[in-house]
């Protein structure tokens, strides 16, 4: 009789590419490379999977740098008692990643971007990290105006 080996996780690649764009993000706010072309073609190459792979993950992280002023503004509107200075690197970068599918990606389902978020900072984060954006983004999600659990037809 053989032994029976545990399957490997089914790989999701919208998970993997939302951990990408954290990172990146995460790389971006720590280091504010000059060039941010340069700066994330080199993180994708560095990647486990081609480049192709992460096309979500460029997505993501070129709206969440073209949106970042308004993106912060909701995140400080959210995050009570709580200036965008004192977020860890971490949890911003997660956050900064959800605020930007909650604002703009319509196509994805509220509460998928939220739990995503919370995986995410249970993987990455501090020990309690997962509550204080599950907060944030619970307060943020009530102001959407569309249905939580499925994409907005635009």
Known sequence: MEPVTPEKPKRNRRHDNRVAAMQFLYIWESQRPQDVVVALHDFMLMQEH???????AEELVNGVLAQLEEIDRSIAAHAENWS???IAKVELAILRLAVHELLRRRDIPPVVTINEAIEISKMYAGEDSHRFVNGVLDR????LGRPLRE???D
């Open 50 to 56: 081609t480049r192709d792979y992460y096309a979500f």
């Open 84 to 86: 965008i200075e004192r």
């Open 140 to 143: 943020m999600k009530e102001g």
């Open 151 to 153: 994409a907005a037809e």
